[in-house]
């Protein structure tokens, strides 16, 4: 237990931001005697929820890809020692603990990108060479529930759900990086805009304040197709 309180009190900015988020329906000090209870719920949550570690399996359809699911299952232990995926992990905790429920967004992305390497040549002086190299990661993202849709036709929540869409809010210089990744195209029409609060059911304070040049990316998943899409604004 002692480990676990250990764990959470580093990320204390964390669950501080779900309390600040808790809608607070009353006008008077009401409201404001709650948050204490809230924080010590959440907390007590959390320390008992991390006890048990969360693990991801890789299971194949077919018999005949059972060692590649097991290899891509390697991968990933390792990705999430070296990437110290365990943040994200307590993270979701939190955002199970204050909301109720959480999403977990992970996938695989690769690219092609250019370094430059130096070499010093024959004489001694220093010489960069281009060089393109494919970057291949694992993504794992805790995902705001405000920002999240299920299947409206869903009736037990997504294992029976045909269809999903996730809306993501980021920085315009950060999408302009999406040129050099294959999957996306037409990144250079795109136009950056201000962010908006006004679809959530409520805002913290820091989204209150927020400005700046941003891009509104709409992620929609159809299992039934087997399709994915992204769109800009």
């Known amino acids: 237990m002692q480990q676990a309180r250990a764990n959470l009190d580093q990320d ?6 779900m309390i600040d988020a808790i809608l607070k329906p009353y006008g008077d000090d009401r409201s404001l005697s709650t948050v204490p209870l809230a924080s010590a719920m959440i907390e007590l949550f959390v320390a008992e929820a991390i006890k048990i570690p969360t693990e991801f399996l890789f299971k194949s359809e077919v018999s005949k890809f059972t060692t590649q699911a097991k290899a891509l299952e390697y ?3 390792y990705d999430r020692r070296k990437q110290n995926r365990k943040e ?7 955002t199970t603990a204050a909301f109720g429920h959480s999403v977990i967004f992970t996938g695989f992305e690769s690219a092609l990108r250019t370094q430059y390497d130096l070499e010093i040549d024959d004489n001694f002086k220093p010489v960069w060479n281009e ?4 970057d291949n990661k694992i993504l794992l993202e805790n995902i705001d529930p405000r920002y999240f849709y ?3 036709q869903s009736t037990k929540g997504i294992k029976n759900a045909n269809d999903c869409m996730m809306i993501q809010w980021i920085g ?3 999408f302009e990086n999406y040129k ?5 195209k037409n ?3 795109v136009k950056p805009t201000g962010y908006d609060n006004s679809y959530k059911p409520f805002a913290t304070l820091e989204e209150s304040a927020r400005q700046g040049d941003f891009v509104k990316l709409e992620h929609y998943w159809n299992i039934n197709k087997d399709m994915y899409i992204v769109v800009a604004n």
């Open 150 to 152: 299920l299947d409206n």
């Open 12 to 17: 204390w900015n964390i669950y501080q931001t």
């Open 180 to 184: 050099d990744n294959e999957l996306y």
């Open 88 to 94: 994200e992990i307590i993270d979701n905790e939190y």
């Open 131 to 134: 060089v393109e190299f494919r």
């Open 172 to 174: 315009y210089e950060e």
């Open 75 to 77: 991968v990933w232990k």
């Open 187 to 189: 990144v250079d029409k």
